[in-house]
């Protein structure tokens, strides 16, 4: 089974068991620091999408965001850009955050932090828990 | 149950009537989720990428289209006996381990499930991640998860649970690559059903 935030992509993909939530992108099963809200979601999700008996079948689970502004423009919703609309300044109509920029073969780390971590650990360790990664030596 | 599956209208549950497990939207912490459906229909993100895609001159994307019926595999078990592999799109990994890259990353990363969500990363370009780098639960919900195991919600989790960079733009080598992978993997688990947490 599967939850998913775009349930037009969901319904042409046609898998089994889908859950629908309807919150811009990032937020499969809920928004930050909402642990309840997650709960919320997780738990009628999971219930509602077992109970499923026609193969194919998407629930809607009844929950939205707040405004229904960022559907103007679902690609470019953005925190920093939903922060500025809700303070009163900024527009949530810019481009879309995906711009189509030329695609690398370098890791995007989220911190450098991370890729010192990650480079502490010997590639022989890497294998264990990154699988299917092209062989540096070949 | 019945709001659920449609037999009862999104527009007639007022604000805090959606109660699961003891709470209710009332009680969500954070002020943007609302109870009841959108008026608007769900985004349209296939039409938006298609007109994106045509406003920079690129080739129009081609989405996975299934149209026949989908495989089925009955759940055997209740909920509360079902052990849960989770699986994740948003480009998850954790500290120690290598980053995403944006260029058809058909790698998977395997998570064993008590990882502190504190250690999880993300590495996307199709969507914000300031939430989930906020939260990783917003798309990679191992918090709830556990929570729901120890509570009995759910029979548990597999030792280990997975996440790939959905952004693969070749279907071909997400069927012929990351697929196989995770199945391999998940079959390895033994899971009573798999969640899958694109984005």
């Not at chain 1, 992108?25 to 026609?54: C, F």
């Not at chain 2, 943007?32 to 080739?59: F, K, N």
Request: hydrophobic content about 35%; proline content about 9%.
């Amino acid at each position: 089974m599967g939850f998913t935030s775009a349930r037009t992509i969901t319904a042409s993909a046609n898998q089994p068991r889908g859950v629908f939530v309807d919150l811009p992108l990032g937020h499969t099963t809920g928004l930050p620091n909402d642990p309840v809200g997650q709960r919320l979601i997780l738990t009628e999700g999971l219930t509602a999408a077992a109970a499923i008996t026609v193969p194919g079948t998407i629930v809607d689970l009844p929950y939205r965001y707040v405004d229904d502004d960022w559907k103007a423009n679902p690609l470019g919703w953005s925190r920093k850009r939903q922060n500025a609309a809700a303070s009163g300044g900024g527009s949530t109509r810019e481009s879309s955050g995906d711009s189509r920029t030329p695609r690398s073969e370098t890791p995007v780390w989220q911190s450098d932090d991370d890729r010192l971590a990650a480079e502490a650990v010997s590639w022989d360790d890497q294998c264990r828990v990154c699988i299917g990664l092209p062989d540096p030596d070949a | 149950m019945e709001r659920l599956t449609g037999e009862t209208p999104h527009e007639q549950i007022p604000d805090g009537v959606c109660e699961s497990g003891g709470v209710s939207v009332t009680d969500a912490i954070s002020p943007e989720l609302r109870a009841g459906a959108s008026p608007l229909p769900p985004a349209d993100y296939i039409g938006e990428t298609r007109r994106l895609y045509d406003s920079l001159g690129y080739a129009g994307y081609r989405w996975a289209e299934r149209p026949d019926t989908p495989p089925w595999a009955p759940i055997a078990k209740p909920l509360s006996e079902c052990r849960i592999t989770l699986i994740g799109s948003g480009g998850l990994y954790r500290r120690g381990q290598i980053a995403f890259t944006t260029k058809d990353d058909t790698s998977i990363r395997v998570i064993p499930t008590d990882t502190p969500s504190s250690e999880l990363r993300t590495a996307h370009f199709a969507y914000d991640q300031a939430d989930a780098r906020t939260d990783p639960n917003c798309v990679y919900p191992l918090d709830r998860l556990r929570e729901l195991a120890d509570e009995g919600f759910i029979g548990g989790l597999t030792p280990e649970a997975y996440a790939f960079m959905g952004g693969i733009y070749s279907i071909r080598r997400l069927e012929t690559e990351t697929a196989p992978l995770l199945v391999e993997q998940c079959k390895a688990q033994e899971p009573d059903l798999v969640l899958l947490v694109p984005v």
